[in-house]
Structure formats: C-alpha cells, structure tokens
C-alpha cells in the first residue's frame, strides 16, 4: 500500500537538475562508507553517467512541490537505473 503525498512532486530527471544533484551525490560521497564511489563527481561526469550517458536508463527525482518552480528547489529524493552489461 502506498501513501499519496500531495507535497511531493516525482518527475523525470533533467540535465538543469544535474548541478543540484551532483551536489546530492558529492555530499554523501564525503560522508564516506555509504556509496560504492569513492571520489566526488564535476557536474558533466554526473551527467554522463546519470542523466545522458550510453549506460543511462533512467533517473527520476522527487522534489518538495511548495518550491519545485523556483530555482532553489528542493529535492526531496532521487533514483537512477544504469546499465552496466557491456552489450547494452
């Protein structure tokens, strides 16, 4: 069973959501020891993996829908799908 949350707004991804979220990433990433990489992200390579690249699937986030249409939006979450076989 899922909740509906009227305050919650889920989307595709898109490239201008790639600064803020590489900032996401990059800040879990100096956390350490809670993602698989090791080294923070510049902005193009975040994109090419997660928004755009050849292995990109698909990446949605959620945002906080009291401030989804400014540009200090917040992202309340995040989720991507990559493909890693080499044939894809």
């Known amino acids: 069973m899922s909740a509906v949350r009227p305050d919650i707004r889920v989307r595709h991804a898109v490239l201008g959501d790639a600064e803020p979220l590489c900032e996401t990433l990059n800040g ?6 809670t993602t698989a990489l090791e080294v923070p992200l510049p902005v193009a390579e975040f994109s090419g993996y997660f928004l755009e690249g050849e292995r990109f699937i698909s990446c949605h986030v959620a945002e906080d829908r009291l401030t989804w249409w400014c540009e200090s939006r917040i992202f309340m979450g995040r989720h991507w799908l990559i493909g890693f076989a080499s044939n894809w």
Request: glycine content about 50%; aromatic content about 0%.
């Open 28 to 33: 879990i990433i100096g956390i350490g020891g």
